[in-house]
């Protein structure tokens, strides 16, 4: 009978033993489902960072510091350089260069801040070019609210109407972010414009919602599909000989003198 018992207590003992080793197990087990779980999460937002820092459309790049020197750099480039509503340059210069482009567009961008920039600093601000500025949406069709393109486009004509049409323009491409993201909103246009050195912003913020601004945007655009253009940026130079073939896309600056000594 004392041997039955002993037995039944030994069984007893080895049920408990197995139990614990079990729910030791389960803990582990919990215990590293749980570390996965902080460790992907921890990969996640170092990916999310990552991804933030080289798009180019962080809150950095767009932050009122940054709008600031970039409008500085943009104000001593065309400093003295004449400007009336979406041109620059002098009046009498006998050389036009027009720029259909989507502010949006990293192409106009690229071309902005490398042949156009040395076109400013050189036959521009010597009186020999005028540049003037029109709208055609391409890549800002592409973003998740394609209809800022005409709020974008007249918040650069009316600096204008403050002789800082290219300084807005200038500013916004130096700002740019990705391509296809929602960086452009109401507040990314009003930073640019605060930003710029000269610029008169309550009178800007009141004009830059006009409806013929707008209306001028669209006008402009049926101009280019009228001419075939569907490209930005699409360039056209224009002098005493006639008009150059069309430019498209981001061409370097020699391809720009040759183009103005063929129609000079």
Not at 15 to 21: D, G, N, S
Not at 110 to 139: C, H, M, P
Not at 192 to 197: E, G
Not at 254 to 260: D, N, P, R, V, Y
Request: charged share 15%; glycine share 10%.
């Amino acid at each position: 009978m004392a041997s039955r018992t002993k037995q039944k207590e030994e069984a007893r003992a080895r049920r408990l033993a197995e139990e614990q080793a079990h729910a030791e197990r389960a803990r582990r087990q919990r215990r590293m489902q749980m570390l996965a779980g902080v460790v992907l999460a921890a990969v996640a937002v170092i990916a999310v960072a990552i991804a933030i820092s080289s798009s180019g459309g962080g809150t950095t790049k767009a932050s009122p510091a940054a709008f600031k020197s970039d409008a500085s750099t943009v104000d001593s480039t065309l400093a003295g350089i004449p400007q009336t509503g979406t041109t620059l340059g002098s009046p009498s210069a006998k050389v036009t260069v027009t720029e259909y482009g989507d502010l949006q567009c990293p192409v106009c961008r690229d071309f902005a801040l490398g042949a156009e920039n040395q076109l400013i600093s050189n036959e521009v601000k010597a009186g020999k070019v005028k540049l003037v500025y029109r709208s055609l949406e391409t890549a800002t069709g592409n973003s998740p609210n394609p209809n800022i393109f005409g709020t974008q486009q007249a918040a650069a004509y009316a600096a204008g109407n403050q002789a800082k049409a290219w300084n807005y323009i200038l500013v916004f491409y130096h700002a740019q972010g990705q391509e296809g993201t929602a960086y452009v909103n109401q507040g990314f246009l009003n930073g640019i414009a605060a930003a710029i050195p000269g610029l008169n912003y309550s009178k800007w913020s009141t004009q830059s919602g006009s409806s013929a601004l707008t209306s001028q945007v669209t006008s402009e655009e049926q101009q280019a599909a009228n001419r075939g253009f569907n490209s930005t940026p699409t360039i056209v130079v224009q002098g005493p000989k006639g008009a150059a073939q069309p430019i498209v896309g981001n061409t370097d600056y020699g391809t720009l003198q040759s183009a103005i000594k063929s129609v000079s």
